[in-house]
């Protein structure tokens, strides 16, 4: 069975300072994709980034960066130098068989930036 | 590109009553899929139409149904709704299913 353990409920922070956020997936399949969506307020899901199974470099994307380390299942995101505007939801999520039809998702990370 | 757009954004029915909620994917993609958020139990995969014709389907009731039009629009339909329904439902779109874009999500509210 497929599943993705966001074990961190809440996370608060205070402006400017660097926070990761982690994820723990679990899959018997070879192929499998991995993403990171972002909810702001407002309940839009905002895609982040995909990666797949094959792919474990790591990625930066102006203050955010991923880690990927197929070796403890695990794809943490982390932000540096937060901002307010990062406040959201983040979930990571866990996509097998080769489409994205069936997303599972995890919990969910709750991050509060404060000013 | 327009985004995924979903209408109406917020509804509030009563037990019993039937709803309808309406997603237009982005240009272009095929796939549409239904995911229901709820506090208690988080983000769960409803079902995915793609040319028109149901490709998956998650673990939900037979009240929930859904529709795809030639045009990739889609259409979900909740019958004989119950207050546990109450739920934030988000439509989501890709291409032809890799990387999935989601709409700002209908919030029902059933009394």
């Known amino acids: 069975a497929q599943k993705v353990t966001q074990a961190q409920t809440e996370i608060s922070v205070v402006e400017k300072e660097d926070v990761t956020l982690d994820c723990v997936y679990e899959t018997r399949d070879t192929t499998y994709y991995l993403f990171w969506y972002k909810q702001p307020p407002s309940g839009e899901l905002v895609f982040l980034i995909r990666?797949?199974?094959?792919?474990?470099q790591n990625e930066i994307s102006g203050r955010y960066s991923w880690n990927f380390q197929k070796s403890t299942s695990s794809f943490n995101f982390t932000i540096t130098a937060s901002q307010v505007v990062d406040s959201a939801v983040y979930f990571c999520a866990l996509s097998v068989d080769g489409s994205a039809s069936k997303i599972i998702f995890g919990s969910g990370t709750r991050l509060s930036i404060r000013p | 590109k327009a985004g995924v757009t979903q209408t109406p954004r917020y509804l509030i029915k009563t037990r019993g009553q039937q709803v309808t909620l309406s997603c237009s994917p982005i240009?272009?993609?095929?796939?549409v899929s239904w995911y229901q958020q709820t506090p208690g139990q988080g983000l769960q995969f409803l079902f995915e139409?793609?040319?028109?014709?149901?490709?998956n389907k998650g673990n939900f009731p037979g009240r929930f149904s859904g529709r795809q039009f030639s045009n990739s629009r889609s259409e979900m339909n909740v019958s004989t709704l119950e207050l546990g329904d109450s739920a934030l439902y988000l439509c989501?779109?890709?291409?032809?299913?890799?990387?999935?874009?989601f709409g700002p999500g209908t919030r029902l509210l059933v009394l």
């Open positions: 240009s272009g993609h095929r796939s």
């Open positions: 989501a779109s890709s291409h032809g299913g890799e990387t999935q874009y």
């Open positions: 139409y793609f040319s028109e014709t149901q490709r």
């Open positions: 990666r797949n199974s094959f792919d474990e």
